[in-house]
């Protein structure tokens, strides 16, 4: 029963910090291969009030999953709520460009 879909079962003890190096890479992978076949300047999207780019959106996800993704800020911050505010962040900046995150 464990042997099937080992790397899924390690995982998933510990979904939160995994979707973030999932995220990471993938992320990544997309604004390097979708960039090539879609202007990812092209989508308004509203974050905050604002208007962004697809581009600046994964900019800034890339950005705080590197940041998250450091063991020490995210097991052991020095700042619990930093490392929970740019969490947060991180999730909310995923849900408003997830419908555009295809090519």
């Not at 960039?35 to 905050?48: A, F, N, P, T, W």
């Not at 800034?60 to 709520?81: G, Q, S, V």
């Amino acid at each position: 029963m464990f042997k099937k879909n080992k790397k899924l079962r390690e995982e998933c003890w510990n979904i939160d910090y995994s979707f973030i190096h999932w995220l990471n890479g993938h992320l990544k992978i997309f604004k390097e291969d979708a960039g090539q076949v879609i202007d990812l300047e092209y989508h308004r999207i509203s974050y905050k009030d604002e208007k962004y780019s697809l581009l600046e959106l994964v900019d800034k996800m890339i950005t705080l999953t590197d940041y998250l993704k450091n063991e020490n800020n995210y097991y052991f911050p020095e700042n619990e709520e930093d490392t929970i505010n740019k969490t947060n962040e991180l999730l909310d900046l995923f849900k408003a460009s997830f419908f555009y995150l295809w090519w």
